[in-house]
Nanobody, 122 residues
Framework: QVQLVESGGVSVQAGGSLRLSCVDS????????QGWFRQAPGKEREGLAE???????TYAESTKGRFTISKDKVKRTLYLEMTNLNSDETGTYIC????????????????WGQGTQVTVSS
């Protein structure tokens, strides 16, 4: 089965930076898309960034210029580098994988990790 394990979440002061990692295993899809999402209490899950099978990346407006999604194919690791974090970006950061194509509406078919907690203090 597909498994995703996130790591790297910590408590950081506003303005700080973090690098999250997501290691996958058991993936058998020919082509697929990956993404990072944030779940905060009382809010809907928010898509932050996507990395598709051809390397195209897509970012939420709130993350543009500050977040970078990338991957190491050999290590089977998806990364999310975040800079200049705001306190309202506190939440559980979750990675996901889904057969291509990427896009709104397809993530209901995804496999999700357990998430890693990021706390941004003001």
């Amino acid at each position: 089965q597909v498994q995703l394990v996130e790591s790297g979440g910590v408590s950081v002061q506003a303005g700080g930076s973090l690098r999250l990692s997501c290691v996958d295993s058991g993936v058998r899809y020919a082509i697929y898309c990956q993404g990072w999402f944030r779940q905060a209490p009382g809010k809907e899950r928010e898509g932050l960034a996507e990395f598709n099978y051809d390397g195209q990346t897509t970012y939420a407006e709130s993350t543009k210029g500050r977040f970078t999604i990338s991957k190491d194919k050999v290590k089977r690791t998806l990364y999310l580098e975040m800079t200049n974090l705001n306190s309202d970006e506190t939440g559980t950061y979750i990675c996901a994988i889904v057969p291509a194509p990427c896009g709104e509406g397809v993530w209901k078919y995804a496999t999700w990790g357990q998430g890693t907690q990021v706390t941004v203090s003001s």
